[in-house]
């Protein structure tokens, strides 16, 4: 048995030469056919040999689908073992052999390039499963040149049925973040949910649901994987995507530099229900794939100028579609514009020769993942918060100002300045900046914040309740503050109802608000209060129904803006850094109208933002 055992390795490893002359010489479209001839005769050798080492010793037998691949020394009584089970089996067979068998798989997988008519070659040198698959050759042709591809109706609509209850099922478990015995719920604000915050991603739901984990793991799920894969896979991460509506898209990127320890990686993208490029279905760069890194930031996603340099292709799914793709395509999505969520499964696989890591993932990002972020490279557009919006900024955290702090001037008082330099740690100089700036805004607000832009309420009840709902969303204290602030302008040139030539011009408020708070406040709120006039036409063009909702006022002042946006242009402006979030501010500046509606006092405001302006003036002394 140990001398066939030799001679079946000896036959193998002779398929070499040919294989690697063939990528050495960059001729593996016009060798392969010539590879597949040598092959069949290789290969019916050791099909007979390894029959013969079946018959004569069990401790051997494991060889006999050598074959097809010595990734078949895995195979366990019919099926994929286990790691003990594969190091078992390892174990049987002498050191050398089992070395060579090691090297032989990863020869052949590296042998022949990964595209093109090689790698229906090495795809099928590869193969470890004998069930029909839903890889057509043109499928798997796609899939090498594009780095994606779709596959159309792998899930019957009764299994579709069967996914979405179980994936209801996910959403209604105890989570608890980063523990590896409860699933990972993460949640982000959003201003269409009556709690503020809405479900937008799962993790680690693998050992919580049997459908689900039965789903991933075996099956055809898997067999198309492996397929794709040229070798057995199996499951490193799983993740679902709700996308509810409003929900936030992700920035272009490349999944690999979140798993920088992987050699081979493939992301199957599962559909609960249909994706539209309205509902923010992913977007790929086709071909790319090929380049490497493409533009990678600190932040582990691609610049927005290298992503602006390439080309994407919209790749709209239907529930029970599966779309897979590479660890290295270029891929984003949009936010879902429409009033249905977008539901959908992310399992990622990497080839089982390099072992079973899905613990070992789960364990490591348990460690290393940054609080209101959702991976290890910071894609995500939106903010994340917990289920109660507790992330956002809490009333202990923020310096403790009254209205006796204000002399009614736009002059700090010394209690002011002396509140702010304590609570924030401010030097004089510092703190005298922030003070001037909160007593200045406090003026302005008491002096003008009385008038009526809206018909229902006060500016300042407006300014308010704004502030109101995106502490309410769990936003960061930054996009608090720029809601609360977003109408500043309007008191700054003093235009209100009670003005003769009222909404007869636009007097650009959103511009003159950006100007009055540049001297005080970075980008991260300045910006969202520039776009938010835009944002409503954005909003008005992506869904005509928003236009509807509007209030009289806010329709009538959008005529004098430039109407709707067109496709083209809402795209752009979403595309834009912080255009998301003036978005999201632009809808709860629509909702923060009513009469009556109580709110936290104008102090609360002013603190949360002089802690943002103290934050800022740290950065600019850090870059300075």
């Known amino acids: 048995s140990l001398s066939l055992s030799r001679s079946c390795c000896l036959t193998s490893l002779a398929r070499l030469p040919l294989l690697l002359l063939s990528r050495r010489l960059s001729l593996a479209h016009l060798l392969s056919p010539f590879v597949v001839l040598l092959d069949r005769f290789a290969c019916t050798k050791l099909s007979n040999l390894s029959a013969e080492i079946a018959s004569r010793s069990r401790a051997v037998c494991r060889l006999h689908s050598f074959a097809w691949s010595v990734d078949r020394v895995f195979v366990v009584d019919g099926s994929i073992g286990d790691s003990g089970q594969r190091d078992g089996a390892l174990t049987q067979l002498p050191k050398t052999m089992a070395a060579a068998a090691l090297s032989f798989r990863g020869l052949v997988r590296r042998a022949l390039p990964a595209h093109g008519a090689a790698a229906a070659v090495r795809s099928r040198l590869m193969s470890t499963t004998n069930n029909a698959t839903v890889i057509t050759p043109a499928l798997l042709e796609q899939y090498h040149c594009d780095g994606y591809v779709v596959v159309p109706g792998v899930f019957s609509a009764d299994e579709v049925d069967t996914l979405k209850q179980a994936v209801e099922d996910v959403a209604e478990l105890p989570g608890k973040a980063r523990s590896l015995d409860h699933v990972w719920h993460h949640y982000e604000p959003s201003a269409a949910s009556p709690d503020g915050v809405c479900l937008t991603r799962t993790e680690n739901f693998l050992p919580f649901n049997e459908q689900l984990k039965t789903t991933v793991t075996s099956g055809k799920v898997l067999k198309l994987i492996s397929d794709l894969l040229g070798e057995p896979a199996v499951l490193y991460k799983e993740k679902i995507n709700y996308k509810l509506p409003g929900g936030a898209g992700y920035h272009a990127h490349q999944d690999a530099p979140a798993y920088p320890e992987l050699d081979s990686a493939i992301t199957c993208l599962i559909g609960v229900d249909d994706a539209t490029p309205e509902s923010g279905c992913l977007e790929f760069s086709p071909g790319r794939h090929r380049e490497g890194f493409i533009g990678l930031t600190d932040e582990g996603v691609i610049s927005d100028e290298a992503a602006a340099s390439l080309p994407w292709v919209a790749a709209p799914a239907r529930a029970g579609d599966v779309v897979v ?52 490279i910071n894609h995500f557009q939106g903010s994340v918060t917990d289920a109660s919006g507790s992330d956002g900024v809490g009333v202990d955290d923020l310096p403790d100002l009254s209205s006796s702090d204000f002399d009614g001037t736009p002059e700090p008082t010394p209690s002011l300045k002396a509140k702010l330099a304590d609570a924030l740690a401010l030097d004089d100089n510092a703190a005298n900046l922030v003070a001037s700036k909160m007593a200045t805004l406090k003026h302005l607000l008491d002096t003008r914040g009385n008038t009526f832009y809206e018909a229902e309420v006060t500016q300042v009840a407006h300014a308010l309740q704004a502030g109101a709902l995106a502490e309410a969303a769990g936003a960061d204290a930054a996009t608090i503050t720029a809601a609360f602030l977003h109408d500043i302008g309007h008191m700054v040139v003093n235009e209100h109802r009670g003005d003769p030539g009222f909404l007869t011009a636009d007097q650009e408020h959103e511009r003159l608000g950006e100007e009055f708070l540049l001297d005080a406040f970075d980008d991260s709120v300045t910006e969202p209060v520039r776009l938010h006039v835009e944002a409503k036409r954005c909003l008005c063009g992506m869904d005509p129904d928003y236009h509807d909702g509007l209030s009289t006022t806010s329709q009538a002042s959008l005529a004098l803006q430039g109407g709707p946006m067109t496709p083209d242009e809402t795209k752009t402006f979403l595309d834009q850094p912080h255009g998301r979030n003036a978005a999201l501010l632009r809808q709860w500046d629509d909702k923060a109208k009513v009469a009556g509606c109580r709110t936290p006092p104008l102090e609360h405001f002013l603190a949360i933002a002089s802690t943002v302006m103290a934050q800022s003036l740290r950065d600019d002394s850090k870059r300075a």
């Open 325 to 376: 793709f590479c660890g290295h395509v270029p891929h984003r999505s949009g936010p879902n514009t429409t009033k249905k969520g977008r539901r959908t499964m992310y399992l990622t696989y990497n080839a089982l020769v390099d072992g079973d890591l899905r613990e070992a993932y789960y364990k490591s990002k348990a460690n290393l993942m940054a609080d209101g972020r959702l991976s290890l």
